[in-house]
Every structure is written in structure tokens, then in C-alpha cells.
């Protein structure tokens, strides 16, 4: 199992230029997350899905937009870069229903170092 | 809504000796999960040591420990004969026992960075 993959690893955009940050999971999870780190705030909830075609705002969700039409699949668009959205974003997933001793881990992917000029 | 507290931004520890990380959360819920995180400058995230809410006995992985304080809502992690490949930011992360909705998240806390000195 390749886990939690995302990409790009890293991206430089200028201010207002659009992008997605793509997330993919082969461990047939339905639950997924992305969170976005900055310095001295650790790990903040941008959106999340429970499955395909299911989704839902987190603590910091504006300026981003998540979809969901497949269980392997949660990307993040950014429509309108803007320099405070300069941060590491992760993705994550993780089940949605007990399945035993590890159900309620949360696997994460590499990270994305994003920065906005 | 749930919060966590890691009051200490940075430590530093002598190789070889023991250094502990602390923690606090505040809950209403009466069963959850709690986590350590340690991210290296890899940026990998890597979950060093879970606690079920309603187990009474501390957990252990290898040099990983934690203190486990229900009733005071506080969670700290021990590392025993540290080495320098500990050096890392740690973080400390609830989740609720549920699975609905946005149960299935992870509440951080902002981190501590462990340094290690040889």
C-alpha cells in the first residue's frame, strides 16, 4: 500500500493564481481531511469528508474549496491565491467506523510546502 | 469544543537522559483518544504513542511513556535515554470515540520543539 500520497511536494504561486492540491488513498478509508501547519498554531482543520460525495468546513476553511466524487480521491483548490495562505498543508484519512484496534488512527500524507508571493 | 494546550514551545534535553513533554486538554466528553505526534524535519507525521480515554494504565512504546491524568485532563509524554534522533517537534492531539460527523478529526495542539544535545 502506497498510504496517503499528495502533490505536489512543493509550489510557489503568485497572488491570485488558482491551484489543487491533490490527496489519494489506497487503504479504501472513508473518512479524509486536510489541514493546513503554521509556525507556532500546530495542525488546524481546513475541510473534511466522510465519505464520497460528503463534505464539511473545518475551523479554517475560507479560501479553499474541497469535492469528493471517489473514496481514494479529496483534493483542495485554492481559487484565489493569497499570501496568508502560505503554509504546509496534509492530508489525511483515516475510517469512519469502528474497525478494530487502529480505526481511530489517522494516516497522514508527506505534506505540501506552499508558498504564495 | 475541545482544546489542547502544549505550554512549552521549546525543550531541550542531554542525550542519554529522560525529558518530558506536557500537555492539557479540556473535554466534556467522558471517552476519547489522545496522541503524540512527533514531526521530524522530514515534515513526516509520525504517531509515537496513543492513550484510550478509558484505560487507567498508561501506555508504553519502548522509550515512549506518557502520564495519563484524567481527572486533571492532562497527557504528558515521556521520552527515556533520548537520542539524537528524537530531535523533533512534538505534538499532542485529541480525538473524540465517535466516528459521525467531525468526530473522525484530530484537535492539535501548536507543538513543542525538543532539541537534543550531544
Known amino acids: 500500500n502506497a498510504g496517503v500520497t499528495q502533490t505536489p511536494k512543493f509550489q510557489v504561486l503568485k497572488t491570485g493564481q488558482s491551484m489543487t492540491l491533490q490527496c489519494a488513498q489506497d487503504?479504501?478509508?472513508?473518512?479524509m481531511s486536510w489541514y493546513r501547519q503554521d509556525p507556532g498554531m500546530g495542525l488546524r482543520l481546513i475541510h473534511y469528508s466522510v465519505g464520497a460525495g460528503i463534505t464539511d468546513q473545518g475551523e479554517v476553511p475560507n479560501g479553499y474549496n474541497v469535492s469528493r466524487s471517489t473514496t481514494e480521491d479529496f483534493p483542495l483548490r485554492l481559487l484565489s491565491a493569497a499570501p496568508s495562505q502560505t503554509s504546509v498543508y496534509f492530508c489525511a484519512s483515516s475510517y469512519s467506523m469502528d474497525r478494530g484496534l487502529k480505526s481511530h488512527e489517522q494516516y497522514f500524507g508527506p505534506g505540501t510546502r506552499l508558498t504564495v508571493t | 469544543a475541545q482544546t489542547v494546550t502544549q505550554s512549552q514551545p521549546e525543550m531541550s534535553v542531554q542525550e542519554a537522559e529522560t525529558v518530558t513533554l506536557s500537555c492539557t486538554y479540556d473535554t466534556s466528553e467522558s471517552d476519547y483518544y489522545l496522541f503524540w505526534y512527533k514531526q521530524p524535519p522530514s515534515r513526516q507525521m509520525i504517531l509515537v504513542i496513543r492513550q484510550e480515554a478509558y484505560k487507567q494504565q498508561n501506555a508504553t512504546e519502548n522509550r515512549f511513556s506518557v502520564n495519563f491524568q484524567k481527572a486533571a485532563k492532562s497527557f504528558s509524554l515521556k521520552i527515556s535515554d533520548s537520542q539524537l534522533g528524537d530531535a523533533a517537534m512534538y505534538f499532542c492531539?485529541?480525538?473524540?470515540?465517535?466516528?459521525?460527523?467531525?468526530?473522525?478529526?484530530?484537535?492539535f495542539g501548536k507543538g513543542t520543539k525538543l532539541s537534543v544535545k550531544p
Open positions: 492531539a485529541y480525538r473524540s470515540r465517535g466516528y459521525g460527523g467531525s468526530q473522525g478529526n484530530l484537535i
Open positions: 487503504m479504501n478509508h472513508e473518512y
